[in-house]
């Protein structure tokens, strides 16, 4: 039986200017398909795009782990994420070449980058200063949970630090970067203290 149009997800008419040039059989019923497995939300969008990170993370760490040796993971973990920070500064620079050289700098691309790419956190800003900013940042860690899935949990710790150190040196500053860890558990639920300054 084939699906009406009115059937599919909202999403894939927002997101329409991605699948504009996919092209179906005749006698494939291709409605049907976008109905079963397109996501159907902005939420189910922005989980998927993240988990799909994080499993990559997990999965080349876990691979460089079984070549080159178990510490291994912690360098490049760090390494990758520094230059991961560095380049989420860049390109925002090009959009918002103003930014302030600063701490509030920092914050402003660190939650950018929780806002476009990070969903499963959320933040409380309870310093936000030129010379120092501190956030709580709660939620899913999915670094942390994808090293448990794959049992690499125990080489590695949490990369965000480094993510900040990154954007830091892009923007030219020396400041501090300190991430202070009150608690994550066996499913990842996390609670961390960022913090940017003098």
């Known amino acids: 039986m084939k699906t009406s149009i009115a059937k599919l997800p909202a999403t894939y008419a927002e997101l329409q200017h991605f699948r504009a040039n996919d092209i179906y059989l005749p006698d494939m019923n291709w409605e049907e398909l976008v109905a079963d497995f397109f996501p159907e939300t902005v939420s189910q969008v922005a989980q998927g795009l993240s988990n799909t990170t994080s499993a990559f993370y997990g999965l ?36 918002k070449p103003g930014l302030e050289r600063n701490a509030i ?35 899913i860690d999915r670094y942390h949970k994808i090293a448990r899935e794959l049992d690499i949990h125990t080489w ?15 923007l030219g500053l020396s400041y501090k970067i300190a991430m202070e860890v009150y608690g994550i558990d066996e499913e990842s639920h996390c609670f961390y203290k960022l913090s940017f300054g003098i």
């Open 60 to 95: 080349m760490l876990q691979e460089i782990g079984n070549r080159f040796g178990s510490e291994a993971m912690e360098r490049i973990s760090k390494a990758t994420v520094y230059a991961l920070g560095r380049r989420t500064t860049r390109r925002l620079l090009q959009r």
């Open 156 to 170: 590695l710790s949490s990369p965000i630090d480094a993510f900040a150190q990154g954007i830091n040196d892009e």
């Open 105 to 139: 700098g920092i914050a402003k691309v660190a939650m950018s980058a929780i806002f476009n790419a990070s969903p499963e956190y959320s933040f409380e800003v309870i310093r936000y200063d030129e010379d120092r900013v501190e956030m709580l940042m709660r939620g």
